[in-house]
């Protein structure tokens, strides 16, 4: 059960990527770097928001528990994806990929993170 939430979870790869793409394709261009951010933090919130309500009216979860573990689940992967791609393959710092959890200096990237982890909860409780 919990293998198929595992598997739901790589579409918000691509939705991450494509978000990014968005940003420096279109808004990017004429925003400082900062800005640009915080606009990519609100559009990804609201595309993975939609992908989580489309999962869990398919496969909808058992209690808010469960939603909680697969949030929690949800959130390891995609810290642990940004660390192991942004370093490793991106060659980003880990000082680059820390500064990113910087809210006081108006990185909101904690917020899609705690996005994913409580959104299965509330789409529990609003489809019932």
Request: aromatic share 16%; hydrophobic share 60%; with cysteine.
């Amino acid at each position: 059960m919990i293998l198929r939430y595992v598997i739901a979870w790589i579409p918000m790869v691509f939705i991450g990527v494509i978000n990014g793409i968005l940003r420096e394709v279109t808004y990017g261009k004429y925003l400082n770097e900062l800005r640009a951010h915080q606009v990519s933090t609100a559009t990804g919130v609201l595309l993975l928001g939609l992908y989580i309500l489309l999962v869990a009216r398919l496969w909808g979860f058992e209690s808010a528990t469960q939603a909680l573990i697969i949030g929690c689940m949800w959130l390891g992967l995609t810290v642990g994806f940004e660390f192991i791609f942004g370093h490793y393959i991106a060659g980003q710092s880990w000082s680059k990929l820390l500064a990113d959890y910087n809210i006081f200096a108006g990185r909101l990237w904690s917020i899609v993170l705690l996005w994913v982890a409580v959104a299965p909860v509330l789409f529990y409780r609003l489809l019932g």
